[in-house]
């Protein structure tokens, strides 16, 4: 095969691909238990099972605040993902695919 072959050289799965999808399924489970930790954690602070008094309040309302925050930020986390999988094509070259599978290795 010479360089001038490169456009008809035959495709392979793209690795990146295959990693964005994977930190997609492993970034839906994370985030929802997350979500979930946190929110116990407010709840119970904000429902006294923690600690009582002003500066029990005062640190509730901030914990809840930025569980807020969190849910937010996770929230954009796979739709971040997500657009990086659109832009990926779903094939690339054996080189290109080469390349790739170290630059996700490290090297």
Avoid: F
């Avoid at 979930?36 to 002003?54: H, I, R, S």
Wanted: include cysteine.
């Amino acid at each position: 095969m010479t360089l001038g072959d490169a456009g008809t050289q035959s495709k392979v799965d793209n690795p990146h691909l295959a990693s964005l999808k994977s930190l997609k399924n492993s970034l839906k489970s994370e985030t929802e238990e997350l979500k979930k930790q946190l929110e116990t954690a407010a709840k119970d602070m904000g429902g006294k099972k923690v600690w009582v008094g002003k500066a029990a309040d005062d640190w509730a309302r901030d914990l809840e605040g930025r569980r807020s925050r969190m849910k937010t930020l996770l929230d954009k986390l796979i739709p971040a993902v997500d657009a990086e999988i659109a832009k990926c094509p779903e094939k690339v070259t054996p080189g290109e695919a080469k390349m790739m599978r170290m630059d996700l290795q490290g090297y």
